[in-house]
């Protein structure tokens, strides 16, 4: 995952609140853009499990503060594109992450895929979005289809084959449950991606001897005009 793959999602994120749309316009330019031959096919659904990650990490971030700006509001996801989301990356995975492709670095691939499925199932989980019988089996055979011939270990295990499974086990209990659809760290406050990550008020312009421009976060570390401290 390079900087350039965030910085696209992000750009395409940046002041626009139909993220339904985005969600979708993302999933068909994946399409678009299959290709048959297998490292190219890797390489881009690769950096489209980047974009959909970073979507989940941000609507399960956004959904745990309990005083949600309306931009903020503006941009969840309908919880059903986002169940359907689930379930396509699922089949990017049975498509281009295959077991048996040969292609190297295949665990670390399968990795990443399995910490965007968490992020995902867990968005759902704060949205209380709960499955229908049919849902669920559905939703089990694309992941058993995806899942059943790895051979994961360690963390990934635990995440894909017991945390996910039960998350998913959860949605479909007709019985409301609190477990998981809590936030992990309690009640927090979260800033929406509609305004900058650091307030202008903590950033200085400062030009050097040689005509340079920087830009300085005073909030998190000295001026660089003035002598370190001994």
């Known amino acids: 995952m390079s900087h350039k793959d965030i910085a696209a999602v992000w750009s395409t994120l940046h002041c ?15 399409v678009l853009d299959a290709s048959s031959d297998r490292a190219l096919s890797r390489a881009t659904a690769f950096s489209h499990v980047v974009a959909l990650r970073t979507i989940f990490d941000l609507q399960r971030t956004y959904l745990q503060s309990p005083d949600l700006s309306f931009e903020s509001k503006t941009s969840l996801l309908n919880p059903d594109i986002l169940f359907s989301a ?33 992020s995902g199932i867990r968005a759902l989980h704060l949205q209380n979005r709960r499955l229908s019988l049919s849902e669920y089996e559905a939703v089990i055979h694309k992941f058993e289809l995806a899942w059943s011939i790895e051979t994961l270990r360690g963390v990934d295990h635990f995440s894909v084959n017991l945390f996910c499974r039960r998350m998913l086990a959860e949605l479909s209990n007709n019985e409301q449950t609190n477990r998981l659809s809590s936030p992990a760290c309690g009640i927090v406050q979260l800033q929406d991606f509609f305004h900058p990550l650091v307030s202008s008020s903590y950033i200085t312009k400062y030009t050097n001897s040689d005509g340079f421009s920087i830009l300085w976060v005073a909030a998190l570390m000295p001026s660089p005009m003035q002598p370190r401290q001994p």
């Open 16 to 30: 626009r609140a139909d993220i339904d749309n985005i969600l979708q316009e993302l999933i068909g330019r994946y």
């Open 86 to 118: 689930i379930k396509h990356l699922l089949e990017v995975k049975v498509l281009a992450f295959c077991a048996h492709d040969g292609l190297p670095d295949h665990d670390a691939y399968c990795s990443f895929v399995g910490q965007a499925l968490v």
